[in-house]
């Protein structure tokens, strides 16, 4: 069963984890569905399953230690109640790392910064994200802050035409703060309920995008003293550990309020979510799990757990 996930909804979650799938669903069946002993081979073999699937070295340690426990207290069984074990230590590291509901302006449009560095998918979790909201009838503005590359200004312009939403843009190197500010002004004038900002994403160049930032931050600070509402961090989950280093710079220096986990349909290391949020301690707004405009969904554990379990959970 699939707590309170819509059949649709989850297969397009089940269809984007399908790497990870075939590698942590898949091994799992293979140990556990043979109901062995749990000995030192077993939790050796299940050692490797976890950390292949990114679960994170800590988290695979204190899952074998409760084995372990477990085991030794009589209270562990083989086969399905440990899996059953597994899924609800996973589920429970996740509940933590949700939160579906977005910070709204009190008065005013909701202002939304979307930072990370080039190449995570930024830019398109921006259009995703529009048409999510549009969707919901919500009026929404882009504004083109990544004003250091064109190409990023055109691809943003040309999602806004697709979406049928405004767009604030300037010139090729124009100063992203005042793109940010006309935005907001704009988006009062219209009406328009929500403002999705994007920003350049230079990590070789980490001085100066971070004060850019903070300059965007201030600048959009003097119309309303509590935005940005939102600071989404846009990762890329086939990034490892650099991900989390990423995240890291961004959270220092602009209080990054929440993550777009991207990707995660190119990697078998969908367990990254786990090791992101007890690295992080940050919720998972967003996981893009296709290149489709409805590929990125708002972060459910309970979806997510059971998509990378696969047929193990079918089963039950």
Not at 137 to 143: I, M, P, Q, Y
Request: a negative charge; hydrophobic letters at 45%.
């Amino acid at each position: 069963m699939v707590f309170g996930i819509v059949g649709k909804f989850f297969k397009r979650i089940k269809s984007g984890l399908a790497k990870t799938r075939s590698v942590f669903g898949d091994a799992l069946r293979g140990l556990i569905g043979k109901g062995r002993v749990i000995d030192k081979q077993f939790l050796e073999e299940l050692e490797d399953i976890l950390i292949a699937a990114d679960i994170g070295i800590a988290k695979t340690d204190e899952i074998l230690e409760d084995i372990q426990t477990r085991f030794k207290q009589g209270e562990a069984a083989e086969g399905e109640a440990l899996l059953d074990f597994l899924k609800r230590s996973l589920r429970e590291e996740l509940q933590e790392a949700s939160s579906d509901e977005l910070k709204t302006a009190s008065a005013g449009p909701t202002v939304v910064l979307i930072v990370g560095v080039n190449g995570t998918g930024k830019t398109t979790s921006i259009a995703k994200l529009a048409k999510r909201f549009k969707d919901q009838g919500k009026e929404v503005l882009l504004a083109a802050g990544d004003t250091y590359r064109a190409a990023a200004i055109e691809q943003l312009s040309i999602w806004s035409e697709r979406i049928g939403v405004d767009i604030v843009k300037q010139h090729d190197g124009a100063d992203a703060a005042a793109v940010a500010f006309d935005a907001i002004i704009a988006a009062e004038a219209r009406g328009a309920d929500l403002v999705l900002i994007d920003t350049a994403g230079r990590l070789h160049n980490r001085d100066d995008l971070m004060r850019e930032l903070e300059k965007i931050r201030r600048v959009i600070q003097k119309k309303y003293p509590e935005a940005p509402h939102e600071t989404l961090l846009v990762i890329d989950a086939t990034s490892g550990q650099n991900a989390i280093q990423q995240a890291r710079i961004f959270s220092q220096s602009m209080g990054v309020s929440g993550l777009i986990l991207t990707k995660l349909d190119g990697t078998a290391k969908g367990g990254c979510a786990l090791s992101i949020k007890r690295e992080l301690g940050l919720p998972i707004r967003y996981i893009g799990v296709g290149e489709q405009m409805d590929d990125l969904q708002p972060f459910d554990p309970d979806a997510y757990i059971e998509a990378i379990f696969g047929e193990l959970a079918e089963d039950e």
